[in-house]
């Protein structure tokens, strides 16, 4: 890789901009001060540093948000907050995504890549990743509910339902569960529950696939994956990809 491409993908600069810090003799790698732009350098193996400082490359990001409600699963929209708008500079030049949508009023653990293909595997229909959501019902659950729900329902457009797996924490007039399903059709926890004369009050996601909303998290805020939850998602993607 050029080594002005790689430190512009770092977020060091415009190629421009990092061309004229290597004129100024501010780069070094392996320890030599380098001042050709189309120096080609291994990220594995050679050590760059600014000043001193050594630049740690890495390709993709891997962030885990606690998304708020009244901010859209979106890069860019023209009226609304998105929740890239929630990232810093140091997220932002990476270009990263939400991995599927929460509502714009739904909250709960979203996580925000580059990484294409990793994004791919975890929505693919055919790779039926889990995803667990706290509800809060305007209604009484019932154990009827929770049948029809393992069974399948069908929504508003005809579209009958993979299984999901339906918890109920506390049955009232206004009801709490927790529900799992395999599927991301739009609004789908939402017209899963009117399906069954029931509506949804408060949604929040807890799970998607291996990974658990960092309970750490306060609305609106974000990290980066552990190494740990990172090797979880490459073996889902892995594995599923072998199957």
């Keep these: 890789m050029r080594l002005d491409k790689l430190l512009s993908n770092m977020g060091y600069g415009s190629r421009k901009e990092v061309r004229q810090i290597m004129k100024k003799g501010m780069i070094r790698v392996n320890g030599e ?11 594995e193996k050679d050590a760059v540093s600014l000043l001193g400082e050594e630049v740690i490359y890495k390709k993709h990001i891997y962030l885990m948000m606690h998304k708020p409600p009244g901010v859209l699963s979106a890069t860019e929209d023209h009226r609304d907050r998105t929740v890239v708008d929630l990232l810093g500079n140091d997220e932002r030049h990476f ?6 949508r929460l509502d714009k009023d739904t909250e709960g653990l979203l996580l925000l890549t580059n990484d294409g293909q990793l994004a791919h595997s975890l929505l693919s229909p055919k790779k039926g990743v889990p995803k667990t959501y706290f509800a809060k019902i305007d209604g ?14 069908t929504l508003d457009d005809g579209y009958e339902t993979k299984p999901g797996i339906l918890k109920i ?3 009232d007039e206004f009801s709490e569960i927790e529900l799992t399903i395999t599927e991301g059709k739009f609004h789908q926890v ?31 805020e ?10 979880q998602l490459m073996k889902l993607d892995s594995s599923k990809q072998k199957g």
Excluded: C
């Design 222 to 231: 974000f990290r980066e994956l552990t190494e740990e939850e990172l090797q």
């Design 169 to 171: 924490i506390h049955s």
């Design 190 to 220: 939402k017209r899963m529950f009117e399906a069954v004369g029931k509506t949804v009050v408060y949604l929040k996601r807890l799970t998607m696939g291996p990974l658990e909303l960092d309970e750490n998290l306060k609305l609106g």
């Design 95 to 100: 270009e990263p995504f939400p991995v599927g």
């Design 140 to 153: 009484r659950v019932t154990d009827e509910d929770t049948e029809a729900f393992l069974q399948g329902v």
């Design 33 to 43: 001060a380098v001042k050709d732009p189309a120096q080609h350098v291994d990220p």
